[in-house]
């Protein structure tokens, strides 16, 4: 399934939110500042130093951007694709799809498409601020000329929706920074995990995903995996995946793509 005799794929994709996600869970966190500043340290502080860790690495990663960050943004945006990464989408706003009208849902794909697009990036990539689809979505993908999601929980190995030439590159909690990172300041009961703890839950997630022959995807968020404890981390642990004999790392769109032809 996998070019160049790989036995499995491996992507390094971080949802690049920043202020969006406080906001899109309650507006009235736009007149916050200091809920706020959570999220623009990653555009502020941790966006550079993550490129910095991609290009010693030698490794092109995926970049999910919601559309208002990248107005608010744009040179980030511009450093993201400067360095040869992909750019993808992230919602127009930090809203879940499910919540929206049809009409709305449309709306932020086109106006999040379009965004992303006049700052330079080809955009062929959609995953959700909630990871949750509408009933509508893969269709809308498919109509605005989307050729990957990466949404759904529900294999290791990505495949295409049988009513839609759209190809689903599976993700999971596990390997997403948030669930074991993020503070949840509202309830004050959510332990902050350790770096050691993270990373033996990535190494034997990912360990397991390879001995099965499929893609491994590892969400992050700058915000998050950005802060300078965790940075040697993320690091340390692209070096360990790089290593392993028998590993092709690609961004989503190279997986996406790989797929789609396989499946002619």
């Keep these: ?20 996600v406080w906001i899109g869970d309650d507006p009235a966190n736009a007149q916050r500042p200091g809920v706020l500043s959570q999220g623009t340290y990653g555009a502020k502080v941790a966006v550079p130093l993550v490129l910095e860790i991609l290009a010693r690495q030698d490794v092109r990663a995926t970049f999910f951007v919601v559309g208002r960050v990248a107005e608010r943004y744009p040179e980030r945006v511009g450093e993201i694709l400067a360095a ?42 959609y995953r959700s601020p909630s990871w949750e689809l509408s009933p509508e979505t893969i269709g809308l993908l498919e109509r605005h000329g989307f050729a990957y999601s990466s949404n759904l929980m529900d294999d290791i190995r990505p495949y295409l929706h ?25 309830s004050w009961d959510k332990k902050i995990a350790t770096v050691a703890e993270v990373r033996s839950i990535w190494t034997a997630e990912f360990e397991g995903i390879r001995a099965l022959g499929g893609a491994c995807v590892f969400a992050m968020h700058p915000q998050i995996i950005g802060r300078p404890g965790r940075l040697s981390f993320l690091e340390s642990f692209i070096e360990y995946v790089k290593q392993k004999p028998g590993v092709w790392v690609a961004t989503i769109d190279d997986i996406a793509a790989t797929v789609e032809r396989g499946a002619r």
């Design 1 to 20: 399934m996998w070019p160049e005799g790989a036995g499995c794929a491996v992507a390094f994709t971080f949802d690049f939110d920043a202020e969006e």
């Design 84 to 125: 040869g990464h992909e750019i993808a989408h992230h919602g127009y706003t930090h809203r879940n799809p499910g919540d929206l009208s049809s009409e709305d849902e449309e709306s932020e794909l086109v106006q999040g498409k379009r965004i992303l697009e006049s700052l330079g990036a080809r955009v062929t990539g």
């Design 162 to 186: 049988r009513r839609a030439a759209v190809v689903e590159v599976p993700v999971q909690w596990i390997l997403d920074d948030a669930a074991h990172f993020w503070f949840a300041s509202s």
